[in-house]
């Protein structure tokens, strides 16, 4: 066995968990959902890194994890699909309860709620990449790898995201 | 914008995320691996990394970080010698920031009083560890000289109606350098101290009060 390929691992899951775990939870919330989803995108991971090298880490594992919540919600047919599709959930609104998470307050929670709720509330082409950019700081290269876009589409989603999420938070 | 960074503190525990790997782990050996993953520990300092990340914390961390630094500084300056490297600090910062301290002429001339004392035992300290050099000699007299004026000043402004302060302070002096007279006089019959002179000033005082 390749020793490295166990530190690479290693090191991609202390760099990425955070991230991840946050990404999915955003889109499924469920927080035991998105633990689960979490552990099949490193267990994906690992069975790539046998057969091929990963060049871009960071975006391969979000991307994974993405195809794999798209997977989550086909599966899961009650609930439609609207969060990839672009029409409005009724049941959109996120609840403080999914995010159990032991390090939030309850008035980081409020805040944090109404951020997500706006951010949720932009139109899907935008909303990914808004998130991808400024929450998990990724280069639009990276999230252009993830979503499977040119760099340039990517840019300009996020501009035109951010300035709608701008009039939304009246910032 | 803060709003993002907010949703930033949403994450696993140490406790979640280690049991998570461990799960991932064992799926992994399960799978007929045969491959033994180490939960990756973060290094302490990256777990405080986080105060960096936002502006304030980091203006917080940096101030608190800076008066350590400068605490430490003016601890570390107390007990140096003429010729050490925190020896500037102690007279260019610590004393002078000790010095704005002092309202009144009596407290002022006490203190200089206090500082004359200190710099004639940086000369006796200095003699007994042999590194009474001409260089060193000459900061210290210079600083009594010029405690020496300030402390006459400060005397001068006392008013009429505290005289006995003014006394006091007189005598307070002259038996604070009556006390190392001697001893001075010994360190400049030294063959190893060149300056014959050195603190001379401390001499004539005592002298000149001897005299009145």
Same mark, same amino acid.
């Given at each position: 066995?390749?020793?490295?390929?166990?530190?690479? =691992?290693?090191?991609?899951?202390?760099?990425?968990? $955070?991230?991840?775990?946050?990404?999915?939870?955003?889109?499924?919330? $469920?927080?035991?959902?998105?633990? $689960?989803?979490?552990? $099949?995108?490193?267990?994906? =991971?690992?069975?790539?890194?046998?057969?091929?090298?990963?060049?871009?880490?960071?975006?391969?594992?979000?991307?994974?994890?993405?195809?794999?919540?798209?997977?989550?919600?086909?599966?899961?047919?009650?609930?439609?699909?609207?969060? =990839?599709?672009?029409?409005?959930?009724?049941?959109?609104?996120?609840? @403080?309860?999914? =995010?159990?998470?032991?390090?939030?307050?309850?008035?980081?929670? @409020?805040?944090?709620?109404?951020?997500?709720?706006?951010?949720?509330?932009?139109?899907?082409?935008?909303?990914?990449?808004?998130?991808?950019?400024?929450?998990?700081?990724?280069?639009?290269?990276?999230?252009?790898?993830?979503?499977?876009?040119?760099?340039?589409?990517?840019?300009?989603?996020?501009?035109?995201?951010?300035?709608? @999420?701008? @009039?939304?938070?009246?910032? | 914008?803060?709003?993002?960074?907010?949703?930033?503190?949403?994450?696993?525990?140490?406790?979640?995320? +280690?049991?998570?790997?461990? /799960?991932?782990? &064992?799926?992994?050996?399960?799978?007929?691996?045969?491959?033994?993953?180490?939960?990756?520990?973060?290094?302490?300092?990256?777990?405080?990394?986080?105060?960096?990340?936002?502006? +304030?914390?980091?203006?917080?961390?940096?101030?608190?970080?800076?008066?350590?630094?400068?605490?430490?500084?003016?601890?570390?300056?107390?007990?140096?010698?003429?010729?050490?490297?925190?020896?500037?600090?102690?007279?260019?910062?610590? *004393?002078?920031?000790?010095?704005?301290?002092?309202?009144?002429?009596?407290? /002022?001339?006490?203190?200089?009083?206090?500082?004359? *004392?200190?710099?004639?035992?940086?000369?006796?300290?200095?003699?007994?560890?042999?590194?009474?050099?001409?260089?060193?000699?000459?900061?210290? *007299?210079?600083?009594?000289?010029?405690?020496?004026?300030?402390?006459?000043? &400060?005397?001068?402004?006392?008013?009429?109606?505290?005289?006995?302060?003014?006394? +006091?302070?007189?005598?307070?002096?002259?038996?604070?350098?009556?006390?190392?007279?001697?001893?001075?006089?010994?360190? /400049? *019959?030294?063959?190893?101290?060149?300056?014959? /002179?050195?603190?001379?000033?401390?001499?004539? +005082?005592?002298?000149?009060?001897?005299?009145?």
């Amino acid at each position: 066995m390749n020793p490295s390929l166990e530190k690479i =691992f290693e090191k991609a899951y202390a760099d990425n968990i $955070d991230g991840l775990f946050r990404f999915v939870l955003y889109k499924v919330s $469920d927080k035991e959902q998105a633990i $689960d989803i979490v552990e $099949d995108v490193y267990l994906r =991971f690992w069975q790539t890194l046998q057969k091929e090298k990963v060049e871009e880490i960071r975006a391969y594992l979000y991307k994974i994890a993405r195809n794999l919540v798209i997977d989550w919600y086909k599966k899961k047919k009650s609930i439609p699909l609207q969060s =990839f599709k672009g029409e409005e959930s009724e049941n959109s609104e996120l609840y @403080l309860d999914m =995010f159990t998470g032991n390090l939030v307050g309850i008035d980081v929670m @409020l805040e944090v709620k109404i951020v997500i709720e706006k951010i949720a509330s932009l139109e899907p082409i935008y909303r990914e990449a808004v998130y991808l950019r400024f929450v998990e700081e990724m280069t639009p290269k990276e999230i252009a790898a993830v979503l499977g876009e040119s760099t340039n589409v990517i840019s300009v989603r996020i501009n035109r995201g951010l300035n709608l @999420l701008k @009039l939304k938070l009246h910032i | 914008m803060d709003e993002f960074k907010k949703l930033k503190k949403i994450k696993l525990s140490d406790y979640e995320k +280690r049991n998570l790997f461990n /799960r991932i782990s &064992n799926s992994i050996k399960e799978d007929g691996e045969n491959v033994e993953l180490h939960y990756p520990i973060p290094s302490p300092f990256f777990r405080f990394s986080s105060l960096l990340e936002n502006k +304030r914390s980091f203006v917080l961390v940096f101030s608190v970080f800076f008066l350590f630094l400068i605490s430490t500084t003016v601890f570390a300056s107390f007990n140096t010698l003429p010729g050490d490297l925190l020896y500037g600090v102690k007279i260019n910062v610590t *004393e002078k920031i000790s010095d704005l301290t002092y309202l009144t002429p009596e407290s /002022r001339a006490e203190h200089n009083l206090r500082k004359i *004392e200190r710099r004639i035992n940086e000369f006796e300290k200095l003699a007994e560890k042999g590194r009474l050099t001409e260089e060193n000699t000459k900061k210290i *007299e210079k600083d009594v000289d010029k405690n020496f004026g300030d402390f006459d000043h &400060n005397l001068g402004q006392i008013k009429k109606d505290t005289k006995e302060n003014k006394n +006091r302070l007189g005598k307070m002096l002259r038996s604070d350098l009556q006390k190392h007279t001697e001893k001075i006089k010994k360190i /400049r *019959e030294d063959k190893k101290v060149s300056n014959k /002179r050195a603190l001379q000033s401390v001499i004539e +005082r005592v002298h000149s009060s001897d005299s009145e």
